[in-house]
């Protein structure tokens, strides 16, 4: 007699069953860890995963059996972004109803390539990709924007669709502190390597980059940035918008990092003159505390998406668009795509502006609280006062090597997680601030164990 299969996620209660094994065995992990990263280092991470035996083995064991080992070994070595001590990049602790959320995504499994896969999913993607393209450029007739899988994709439709506007001629010029993702998504079309401004100050000066325009021959694209990854920069967008009206070039603006900083009332000046970009990467899976990957592209007229539109007669036949069902196959360069506005959509609800806003606000305010501890230090030195949460710092007269090994001798012991970033041809420790439940005792404990390492 034929075994009978194991039960689907549609059966409520035994998923409900099962995310209680996974509840504890997060814990358990947690518990083992100690701390934002699993101590010891590659080598000894990788040996404890390896003591979980064989991956496919002939039989299998159980489903809570599998889900109780795996996750606790995965929890047990993760880095940690609910920790507060785990502050090294733009990676941040979700919110915990955005993570229910995307549960109910997977346990529905919608595909956002048709509509008869998704017929909910894909109405609520357009209302909310409405709403948000309309925080992007509010005085626009007609936004639109595309969920993405983060900056990288973004950038690269951004670049995408200005080509398909002005054809292989296109140059883009960004300035020296931008993504590494303009570089690649230009080799990846087959476009001139992207023209780069220097950027000593850590932004774009308009002054110059009105000058590099002015020696350029055919359509340029302007690639600005609102949140340098390594210093949380934000270029003068205003002035950077008009160098790119004074010479006929487009303007897009990478605010991956800086983009939901539109929710605060407090900071979203930072942001003025964003509405002047015609395309703008944001990513809510940054400074919107999502789940990966919640990405966004807001384009300032839905008409540039067109170029995007594409017929496959299993997924949008013309008969079927004309006769009134959705066409999604033009909102992605994907197919098969999760329904990842769900977790979005329910956040937006739960928070709205305003508590999205004090998120944004409070992280800030640590990035500012950091950068006090770190003035008053007589061992440290702090870079820049933040724009963001971004706070780099380093010990008092540290050589680049060493400033490198009390990263790795903090990683190795598993204490704390910080990056690193090069300016002012300096090396320098890196906090990016994204736990809202972070406190100015674990900004204190940051400081002492850099200090202690320094003198190890």
Same mark, same amino acid.
């Given at each position: 007699?034929?075994?009978?299969?194991?039960?689907?996620?549609?059966?409520?209660?035994?998923?409900?069953?099962?995310?209680?094994?996974?509840?504890?065995?997060?814990? !358990?992990? /947690?518990?083992?860890?100690?701390?934002?990263?699993?101590?010891?280092?590659?080598?000894? &991470?990788?040996?404890?995963?390896?003591?979980?035996?064989?991956?496919?083995?002939?039989?299998?064991?159980?489903?809570? !059996?599998?889900?109780?080992?795996?996750?606790?070994?995965?929890?047990? @070595?993760? /880095?940690?972004?609910?920790?507060?001590?785990?502050?090294?990049?733009?990676?941040?602790?979700?919110?915990?109803?955005?993570?229910?959320?995307?549960?109910?995504?997977?346990?529905?499994?919608?595909?956002?390539?048709?509509?008869?896969?998704?017929?909910?999913?894909?109405?609520?993607?357009?209302?909310? *990709?409405?709403?948000?393209?309309?925080?992007?450029?509010?005085?626009?007739?007609?936004?639109?924007?595309?969920?993405?899988?983060? #900056?990288? !994709?973004?950038?690269?439709?951004?670049?995408?669709?200005?080509? $398909?506007?002005? @054809?292989?001629?296109?140059?883009?010029?960004? @300035?020296?502190?931008?993504?590494?993702?303009?570089?690649?998504?230009?080799?990846?079309?087959?476009?001139? $390597?992207?023209?780069?401004?220097?950027?000593?100050?850590? *932004?774009?000066?308009?002054?110059?980059?009105?000058?590099?325009?002015?020696?350029? +021959?055919?359509?340029?694209?302007?690639?600005?940035?609102?949140?340098?990854? %390594?210093?949380?920069?934000?270029?003068?967008?205003?002035?950077?918008?008009?160098?790119?009206?004074?010479?006929?070039? $487009?303007?897009?603006?990478?605010?991956?990092?800086? #983009?939901?900083?539109?929710?605060?009332? *407090?900071?979203?000046?930072?942001?003025?003159?964003?509405?002047?970009?015609? *395309?703008?990467?944001?990513?809510?899976?940054?400074?919107?505390? +999502?789940?990966?990957?919640?990405?966004?592209?807001? &384009?300032?007229?839905?008409?540039?998406?067109?170029?995007?539109?594409?017929?496959?007669?299993?997924?949008?036949? %013309?008969?079927?668009?004309?006769?009134?069902?959705?066409?999604?196959?033009?909102?992605?360069?994907?197919?098969?795509?999760?329904?990842?506005?769900?977790?979005?959509?329910?956040?937006?609800?739960?928070?709205?502006?305003?508590?999205?806003?004090?998120?944004?606000?409070?992280?800030?305010?640590?990035?500012?609280?950091?950068?006090?501890?770190?003035?008053?230090?007589? @061992?440290?030195?702090?870079?820049?006062?933040?724009?963001?949460?971004?706070?780099?710092?380093?010990?008092?007269?540290?050589?680049?090597?060493?400033?490198?090994?009390?990263?790795?001798?903090?990683?190795?012991?598993?204490? /704390?997680?910080? #990056?690193?970033?090069?300016?002012?041809?300096?090396?320098?420790?890196?906090?990016?601030?994204?736990?809202?439940?972070?406190?100015?005792?674990?900004?204190?404990?940051?400081?002492?164990?850099? !200090?202690?390492?320094?003198?190890?």
């Amino acid at each position: 007699m034929r075994a009978a299969p194991p039960p689907l996620a549609a059966d409520p209660t035994a998923l409900s069953r099962l995310l209680g094994t996974v509840l504890d065995a997060l814990r !358990e992990g /947690a518990e083992v860890r100690g701390g934002p990263l699993p101590a010891g280092g590659p080598e000894a &991470v990788a040996r404890r995963m390896a003591g979980l035996g064989a991956v496919l083995p002939d039989t299998g064991t159980t489903p809570h !059996e599998a889900l109780r080992t795996v996750v606790r070994a995965l929890a047990e @070595g993760a /880095a940690d972004p609910a920790h507060p001590l785990c502050a090294a990049h733009l990676h941040t602790p979700p919110l915990a109803l955005a993570v229910a959320a995307d549960l109910a995504a997977s346990a529905l499994n919608p595909s956002m390539d048709s509509w008869d896969q998704a017929p909910a999913a894909s109405a609520l993607e357009a209302a909310v *990709t409405a709403a948000l393209a309309a925080e992007v450029f509010p005085e626009a007739p007609h936004p639109d924007a595309l969920v993405t899988t983060g #900056g990288t !994709e973004s950038n690269q439709l951004a670049l995408l669709l200005a080509r $398909e506007r002005h @054809g292989p001629g296109l140059r883009s010029v960004v @300035g020296a502190n931008a993504h590494h993702s303009f570089r690649r998504a230009a080799w990846l079309l087959g476009l001139p $390597e992207p023209v780069v401004v220097p950027t000593p100050r850590g *932004t774009t000066d308009p002054a110059v980059l009105a000058e590099t325009l002015a020696g350029q +021959q055919g359509p340029v694209l302007v690639a600005a940035t609102a949140g340098t990854t %390594d210093e949380g920069l934000i270029d003068p967008l205003p002035a950077i918008a008009e160098a790119c009206a004074a010479h006929g070039a $487009e303007l897009h603006v990478d605010a991956a990092y800086g #983009g939901p900083v539109l929710f605060s009332r *407090t900071h979203r000046a930072l942001l003025d003159g964003l509405d002047r970009a015609r *395309t703008v990467t944001a990513d809510l899976h940054k400074l919107g505390w +999502q789940p990966a990957a919640a990405g966004l592209l807001a &384009v300032r007229d839905t008409d540039d998406l067109a170029a995007l539109g594409h017929t496959a007669d299993y997924l949008n036949a %013309d008969d079927d668009t004309e006769a009134g069902l959705p066409d999604l196959l033009g909102r992605s360069l994907r197919t098969t795509r999760r329904p990842d506005v769900l977790k979005t959509a329910v956040t937006l609800r739960a928070l709205g502006r305003t508590g999205l806003g004090a998120l944004v606000d409070t992280c800030m305010e640590l990035a500012q609280d950091l950068a006090d501890l770190v003035e008053k230090a007589p @061992g440290l030195d702090l870079k820049d006062r933040p724009t963001l949460t971004t706070v780099l710092f380093r010990p008092t007269g540290a050589t680049d090597e060493a400033v490198a090994a009390i990263r790795r001798t903090l990683l190795a012991d598993g204490t /704390a997680v910080l #990056g690193r970033a090069a300016a002012d041809g300096r090396l320098w420790l890196k906090a990016t601030l994204l736990n809202p439940h972070t406190t100015r005792g674990d900004l204190a404990r940051i400081l002492t164990l850099v !200090e202690g390492s320094a003198h190890r």
